[in-house]
């Protein structure tokens, strides 16, 4: 079988990428995959918008492994262009209060609990391997639970690979990515969001973010908390 990074790269995915947010092994015993343990060396890797479960062997050899989606707006569209129904898969929305008050919200189904002592996490995804193309069939419903780890960076770390990211935490994203400059972002925000004090609060919060990283390179984003 081949190495997991190989696996890696059929979704153009990589540990090298700017983009990633963890790359962990997370011993068997501390993760439960809708309800089961896999068996063997179980490595998180997780990015802005996605995370990869593998079970590998030796030498990285791939045994099996999962995507999950983080991202609402690829969760929609990849439901969308399989021709499922979230309600095919028990995909529960997660905003339906929202969407009841607010006719124009799209619904939201990835969700995020930290609890204290795991991390809940329900989305959708698929297992994965060296092919591009999968059926609808193996798009279904995961839930993934993690126990949270006592090393403060390891759990920081590992929260991020698995939650979506607040607005804040895009902003440091797009321009540690290389896809903003500072300039660009702050002409993003200005031209971008109605005037008040939630703009006032989201610029607040960036330039708050543009100090702290001039004094150090790790901050601590607004979903870093538990």
């Known amino acids: 079988m081949a190495s ?3 696996v890696l790269k059929v979704f153009d995915r990589s540990v090298h990428d700017k983009s990633l947010e963890c790359d962990y092994d997370v011993h068997p015993w501390e993760i439960l995959i809708n309800g089961e343990r896999w068996a063997g060396k179980v490595r998180l890797v997780g990015f802005v918008d996605v995370f990869f479960l593998i079970c590998y062997s030796a030498e990285a050899r791939f045994e099996k492994g999962i995507i999950i989606y983080k991202d609402d707006e690829v969760i929609r569209d990849t439901l969308e262009r399989a021709n499922v129904r979230a309600s095919d898969i028990n995909l529960d929305v997660v905003n339906l209060k929202e969407m009841k008050a607010d ?11 930290s609890q204290p002592l795991d991390y809940l996490i329900t989305s959708v995804g698929h297992e994965i391997g060296l092919t591009t193309e999968y059926p609808k069939s193996s798009l279904i419903k995961y839930e993934i639970k993690i126990l949270k780890s006592k090393n403060a960076v390891t759990k920081r770390r590992i929260r991020r690979a698995v939650t979506q990211h607040s607005l804040v935490d895009l902003m440091h994203d797009a321009i540690r ?3 903003l400059t500072h300039a660009e972002m702050t002409a993003q925000l200005l031209g971008n969001f109605y005037v008040g004090s939630a703009t006032d609060d989201a610029m607040s919060k960036y330039f708050d973010i543009l100090g702290s990283t001039s004094q150090r390179s790790n901050i601590q984003l607004s979903n870093e908390q538990s």
Request: glycine fraction near 6%; aromatic fraction near 24%.
């Open 4 to 6: 997991y990074h190989r």
């Open 177 to 179: 990515l290389g896809m």
């Open 103 to 113: 006719k124009t919200l799209l619904p939201k189904y990835f969700n995020f609990i």
